[in-house]
């Protein structure tokens, strides 16, 4: 099973190429010098990452050929919006700014955010109207993302973290050439056009050993996530340099206060600023934050999805504070379902065009959290493919989900679920 599309190259201009899948086009970034009009390639992130023979695209194509439309009529059905009888007024009206693309104000989105979870025919509104946005403007793609925890050390003390220093746990590295090879399986076994390799705060890895790990990634022709943390600019240059293309780091909440509290020995402008930093170094940028931080207002949500724009991420990521056990942090109550499902829907309004992960954490909440949050304007999946001996010891929160279950399981079941609602495995271009 294929993650991506193989397109047809049917323009260059300088860097960006037009890439053709099945009529439908895209502006994608090349930094190939032998690609030419007429080849056909594979894009993640909105990057060309490989060329791939005529022949074995056209026999990849003519598989997709035979889903790509019936998935694109599922996925219109769903997203069809629904209006039912006593629906909120004010929600009514800012939806129909939504529905005419205007912007909306803050105290708009505090609004939509207020809705009560007793308001059901407000809140499916709301859900329908975000899934229906996502839909028109991104259609049904949705891509698939592979992860690799590679260490659990970190020399942070987060509050919330189950993985941070003071933490009792059993510890684990994997060796660079564990990591590689793990990572040549989620490609060549599994069809993985994108990995993201993970750790805490571990500069065990040096500059030498990351340098060398994403040299021999990047051989396998893929999109390489780095989420490591604060490292120096030059640090992310060098691995720039080697072949990665993408961080995703969140800046965890907008409040100043509530950060210094939580992440002790930790600067919150020193996070802000290299966000922006590797922006501009050209890396894809995936960020966001924790939701039900104690003493976290609505505002603080809304702050934190304002300041995730801007940004401009390629992804937004965050999810609920799943408390582990042993940390200061673990008597916390969980957020709701419910108030997850409207910060993702506020969150397509905001950023109409930008990819929304459904984050692990959201899946503990309950069994339809992917599918839920997939329908109220979510367009991105991460399957774990670390080896199961290390990720059981990845206890970044408590009561993971999916960790008992293989690759292949888990593969197989969101592949389904995509399928169930109309969305093709992909990403299709920027």
């Known amino acids: 099973m294929c993650y991506a599309i193989p397109g047809k190259i049917v323009n260059l ?18 930094e190939f010098e032998n690609i030419k009009i007429g080849d056909y390639v594979y894009a993640q992130g909105g990057i060309i990452i490989d060329k791939i023979p005529e022949k074995d695209a056209l026999e990849i194509l003519n598989f997709w050929k035979e889903y790509f439309f019936e998935l694109k009529k599922i996925d219109q059905k769903l997203s069809q919006q629904r209006v039912s009888q006593n629906v909120n007024t004010e929600v009514l009206q800012i939806l129909q700014k939504v529905n005419l693309n205007q912007q909306l104000g803050k105290d708009e989105l505090l609004k939509l955010l207020q809705i009560s979870t007793t308001d059901t025919n407000s809140l499916n509104l709301i859900y329908t109207s ?8 991104l259609d049904n793609a949705c891509c698939v993302h592979g992860i690799i925890e590679f260490s659990n050390y970190c020399k942070n003390n987060c509050f ?15 060796l660079p050439n564990e990591i590689i090879k793990t990572a040549e399986i989620a490609v060549k076994k599994f069809g993985f056009k994108a990995i993201v390799l993970q750790s805490g705060e571990d500069f065990w890895y040096n500059d030498e050993n990351l340098v060398s790990i994403v040299k021999e990634i990047r051989k396998f022709n893929i999109l390489i996530f780095l989420s490591i943390g ?16 993408a961080v995703l780091i969140r800046f965890e909440t907008s409040n100043k206060n509530i950060f210094a509290k939580l992440r002790p020995q930790t600067n919150f402008q020193e996070r802000i600023e290299l966000i922006k930093s590797l922006k501009k170094l050209g890396y894809i940028i995936a960020t966001g934050f924790l939701i039900g931080l104690p003493n976290e207002t609505y505002e603080d949500i809304i702050n934190n999805i304002l300041l995730t724009k801007s940004f401009e991420p390629d992804m937004y990521s965050f999810g609920p504070l799943i408390p582990a056990i042993g940390t200061p942090l673990e008597n916390v109550k969980t957020i709701d379902e419910t108030t997850v499902l409207k910060i993702i829907s506020i969150t397509r309004f905001v950023d109409r065009q930008s990819k929304i992960l459904i984050t692990s954490s959201f899946e503990t909440l309950s069994k339809e959290a992917k599918r839920n949050g997939l329908l109220s304007g979510g367009n991105s999946l991460m399957i774990n493919v670390t080896p199961k001996n290390y990720a059981k010891l990845y206890e970044i929160y408590s009561n993971r989900p999916n960790i008992e279950k293989t690759i292949e399981e888990n593969i197989k079941n969101t592949i389904e679920l995509l399928y169930s609602l109309g969305r093709a495995p992909t990403d299709l271009g920027i």
Do not use: H, P, W
């Open 230 to 245: 604060v490292r120096s600019l030059e640090t992310y240059q060098k691995l720039y340099n080697a072949g990665a293309r």
């Open 160 to 174: 919330y973290c189950g993985i941070r220093k003071d933490r009792s746990i059993l510890r684990y590295r994997m």
């Open 13 to 30: 201009n300088n860097k960006i190429a037009i890439v053709d899948y099945f009529g439908e086009k895209r502006n994608v970034l090349n």
């Open 130 to 137: 975000a899934n229906n946005v996502r839909q028109k403007e």
